[in-house]
């Protein structure tokens, strides 16, 4: 299991990993600085939310574990882990269409809401990680 014991780190090659669904209470940390940002972490069983800057990023239910994130103007991609299936919304750029790759089969496109979210569920068995790539149309 890829837990993340301080909650929110840069990993060495330079992506954001962050979550911890072994939790039974919440836990969070803020005042995480990544690449000039302020991230803010909650997680626990139920749910992980990341924010940077006050705004949302990040939300999986139930909670989930994810490595190495990395974000551009045209992709997002992670790794997620979890106990069990989960549904996970991204803030992305409003009304935009994206392609969806879970373990690198194509999900289909998807067309973020007026506020820019983008929901992907998402299978998950425990000890196995699922690699999520978004990329924008």
């Given at each position: 299991?890829?837990?993340?014991?301080?909650?929110?780190?840069?990993?060495?090659?330079?992506?954001?990993?962050?979550?911890?669904?072994?939790?039974?209470?919440?836990?969070?940390?803020s005042?995480?600085?990544?690449?000039?940002?302020?991230?803010?972490?909650?997680?626990?069983?139920?749910i992980?939310?990341?924010?940077?800057?006050?705004?949302?990023?990040?939300?999986?239910?139930?909670?989930?574990?994810?490595?190495?994130?990395?974000?551009?103007?045209?992709?997002?991609?992670?790794?997620?882990?979890?106990?069990?299936?989960?549904?996970?919304?991204?803030?992305?750029e409003?009304?935009?269409?994206y392609?969806?790759?879970?373990?690198?089969?194509d999900?289909?496109?998807?067309?973020?809401?007026?506020?820019?979210?983008?929901?992907?569920?998402?299978?998950?068995?425990?000890?196995?990680?699922?690699?999520?790539?978004?990329?924008?149309l």
């Open positions: 299991m890829a837990v993340i014991t301080e909650l929110i780190r840069k990993e060495a090659d330079g992506t954001l990993s962050f979550g911890n669904f072994d939790f039974d209470t919440k836990q969070k940390k005042d995480f600085e990544y690449e000039g940002d302020m991230y803010k972490i909650k997680t626990f069983k139920e992980t939310k990341l924010e940077k800057n006050g705004m949302f990023v990040y939300e999986s239910v139930p909670g989930t574990v994810v490595t190495n994130m990395k974000s551009t103007e045209n992709e997002v991609v992670f790794n997620v882990e979890g106990w069990e299936d989960s549904s996970i919304t991204l803030e992305l409003p009304e935009q269409e392609k969806v790759l879970v373990d690198n089969a999900i289909g496109r998807m067309k973020t809401n007026l506020g820019g979210k983008l929901n992907i569920s998402v299978e998950l068995n425990p000890g196995q990680t699922s690699q999520v790539k978004v990329e924008k």
